[in-house]
């Protein structure tokens, strides 16, 4: 277990700073950690002419862990490709290795009526997407735009993942159905793509390898977002590529009624001492439209620091307080407006805030 805990915060654009800030709170009132403050982004690159200085890199990759807000906004659309905030983010996931995503979709009792979908269809639902995040067509070579004899432009990317890429974030993926329900579903193209095919077999090749005891499945990525949206119970863990994990994961979330309730582990390989690279941040975006208005749903951004607490710090008690406290105060009818429901009032983002942190307290007996 690590000692010192110390954490870095990058709450970047849009909503990120108003909705780290409620997180701090909650981190303060635990205590015992040593935070630090950094920038990503286009907040980083008003600064500093880039998306993420390489300053701030070192700081993310000697911490304990890293806390993310969200990155973008219409204000650095036109930027240069490799000035984008974005690149912020997926330089982080890169450079800190961080190659399994686990984007959990879970449905808050209280919350089943926010969904679209029917009530039956969701209530009860508690899936775990785990994308690859390292490679894929995200970061496959060569890539690039290039222009033809003909006068014609070619935009290139290439999807390619080779056997440990498949194998590690399979691995985890098994590790995490065995403290589950047991069961992982594989998602590709083999029918059209080569590097499904290998995807298929690799993790067919070490379930039978090293773990039997869990039953597995493959669905073609199209299937399954149709699956997601007919009867997405019959899942418990996902394992999928980048680029479908990121599609499939934006469909799981809005399963749960909003965007604004997911928190989502970036984790790296595990080093000598048990201990791994990490980054939490809330699956949703930095949602412009209502930045800086009180008006953003904290509980993704409190959620994927409950998330730190368990992953990283060995912190379960913690971590399932922060939980029941977010259940107790959905529970009490105190939404914001992406979650509220007819005949209630819709709160802002701070006193989400003041509910959460109240409602810890309480559980706790202060
Ligand atoms: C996500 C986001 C990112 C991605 C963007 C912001 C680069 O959509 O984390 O799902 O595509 O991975
Ligand atoms: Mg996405």
């Not at 969904?115 to 490679?135: A, F, N, P, Q, Y």
């Not at 090293?210 to 199209?222: E, G, K, N, Q, R």
């Not at 992953?311 to 959905?330: G, K, R, T």
Request: proline share 4%; with cysteine.
């Amino acid at each position: 277990m690590i000692m010192s805990k110390s954490v870095l915060i990058l709450p970047g654009d849009g909503i990120g700073p108003e909705v780290m800030a409620q997180v701090r709170r909650l981190l303060d009132r635990i205590g015992g950690f040593s935070l630090s403050e950094g920038l990503v982004g286009g907040a980083a690159y008003d600064v500093h002419g880039t998306p993420l200085a390489d300053d701030t890199m070192a700081q993310a990759l000697k911490a304990d862990a890293v806390l993310l807000g969200a990155v973008g906004g219409p204000k650095w659309d036109s930027l240069p490709f490799a000035d984008k905030p974005e690149r912020g983010l997926l330089r982080l996931r890169k450079d800190m290795e961080l190659f399994a995503n686990l984007r959990p979709a879970l449905v808050f009792d209280a919350l089943a009526g926010a969904s679209t979908l029917k009530t039956d269809l969701v209530r009860g639902l508690d899936l775990m997407i785990v994308r690859e995040l390292t490679g894929g067509v995200y970061f496959g070579e060569p890539r690039g735009i290039e222009d033809l004899p003909n006068g014609e432009r070619r935009g290139i990317n290439t999807q390619v993942y080779t056997t440990s890429e498949i194998v590690r974030v399979a691995r985890v993926a098994f590790e995490l159905a065995r403290k589950r329900d047991s069961r992982v579903c594989s998602v590709e193209k083999a029918n059209v793509m080569e590097s499904g095919v290998l995807w298929r077999e690799e993790i067919t090749k070490l379930r039978e390898a090293d773990y039997t005891d869990v039953a597995l499945s493959h669905m073609y990525a199209d299937n399954c977002a149709m699956q997601l949206v007919r009867a997405p119970k019959q899942f418990d863990v996902i394992v999928t590529d980048n680029l479908f994990g990121d599609l499939l994961s934006d469909c799981a979330a809005m399963l749960t009624g909003s965007l604004g309730m997911l928190p989502s582990a970036s984790l790296g390989a595990e080093d000598a001492n048990g201990s791994r690279k990490a980054l939490y941040e809330p699956v949703h975006g930095s949602a412009p439209d209502i930045a800086g208005q009180d008006k953003a749903n904290p509980m993704a951004c409190i959620l994927s620091a409950s998330m730190m607490l368990r992953y990283s710090f060995d912190m379960a008690a913690e971590a399932d307080l922060i939980d029941a406290a977010c259940q107790d105060v959905l529970n009490a009818g105190i939404r914001t407006g992406d979650i509220v429901e007819s005949g209630m009032t819709p709160v802002g983002t701070v006193a989400m805030g003041d509910a959460v942190l109240a409602a810890m307290d309480k559980r706790s007996g202060g």
